[in-house]
């Protein structure tokens, strides 16, 4: 499966990967998309209380336990039934978990292109080509030191996993009074950069040739 490219060239993930995140996301499929949701905020809130190698130890032990007793039980039940059904994770083991050269190398690509277009973009607002959205960057800075201050990075990592499988459903449901409320905060915003422009000299945006 070959990626998709922008019009600029930029390299994009497969389009059946997006469709499954949003099935994900919207609850397509509520026991799969439970059982993604579970395990990651269980594994966050994991990480609150232990460290990472803690909860990885943990997690390799709670499987290994499964997998070993499954083994025996598996084992046994053959030898008193006298049964030759061989290794009960013959199936899994047989299968190819190996990443090929060509997946490697189509998302390398996409993770190369993503990391160029941040790059460039990084800087463009730091060596202010536009005032006007370096000093857009500069607030959403600012704000994050006040966000920063009072959540750590797991915290938000927590929220914005719920966040991630609750707001895509909320709006889905509600989609037509939030367009509405977006777009009279959008128009605000818009009016008050746009006096802010015309008051302040040099904020107007160098339109062109």
Not at 4 to 26: A, C, H, I, R, S
Not at 31 to 44: D, R, W
Not at 87 to 95: C, E, G, I, N, R
Not at 105 to 111: E, L, N, P, V
Request: charged content about 20%; overall charge neutral; some cysteine.
């Amino acid at each position: 499966m070959e990626t998709g490219k922008t019009e600029n060239g930029d390299t994009q993930p497969p389009p059946q990967w997006k469709d499954k995140v949003v099935e994900l996301l919207y609850w397509r499929d509520v026991k799969t998309s439970g059982v993604v949701f579970g395990a990651g905020l269980s594994l966050l809130l994991s990480l609150t209380l232990c460290s990472i190698v803690s909860v990885s130890s943990y997690i390799a032990l709670a499987l290994l336990s499964v997998t070993i007793c499954f083994r025996i039980y598996k084992g046994i039940l053959q030898a008193i039934q006298k049964s030759d059904e061989g290794h009960p994770f013959k199936l899994y083991l047989d299968q190819d978990v190996g990443l090929s050269e060509e997946t490697a190398h189509k998302y390398s690509d996409c993770a190369l292109a993503r990391f160029n277009t941040t790059v460039i973009e990084l800087r463009r607002l730091f060596l202010v080509e536009d005032l006007v959205d370096s000093l857009k960057f500069a607030v959403l800075m600012w704000i994050l030191t006040y966000v920063g201050a009072l959540f750590n990075g797991l915290t938000l990592l927590i929220l914005g996993l719920v966040g991630m499988f609750s707001f895509p459903i909320i709006y889905e449901k509600y989609k037509v009074q939030i367009d509405h409320y977006v777009g009279m905060a959008n128009k605000q915003v818009k009016d008050i950069i746009a006096t802010v422009q015309a008051k302040v000299p040099g904020l107007k945006r160098v339109k062109a040739d």
